[in-house]
């Protein structure tokens, strides 16, 4: 039992962690005025998606990362509020 609930904490703690990372890299896009396509804690299949105001924020899978997704990231975006 005790190895489970190490491997529980373990779990836990590095989900934090990756959350108040990920956090840091929405709070700067926001405050530089740059749009947020989507909020992600995890990898793979998402197990939880809501969709706020312009961004969709999700709970995924494996907790072995995460990301935030800006507008324009990925391709060319002349739309305001891209990255």
């Known amino acids: 039992m005790d190895i489970f609930l190490q491997i529980l ?12 990372h990920e956090l ?7 405050l530089s005025k740059i749009k947020v396509n989507e909020f992600s804690i995890g990898m793979g299949p998402a197990l939880i998606k809501k969709k706020g105001k312009e961004t969709i924020y999700s709970l ?4 072995i990362g995460g990301y935030v997704k800006m507008e324009g990231e990925d391709e060319e975006s002349e739309e305001e509020g891209s990255f």
Do not use: D, M, S
């Not at 904490?9 to 108040?20: H, N, S």
């Not at 995924?60 to 907790?63: A, S, T, Y």
């Open 9 to 20: 904490y373990t779990i836990l703690i590095f989900g934090f962690l990756i959350f108040i």
């Open 24 to 30: 840091g890299h929405f709070t700067v896009a926001k």
């Open 60 to 63: 995924r899978l494996l907790p």
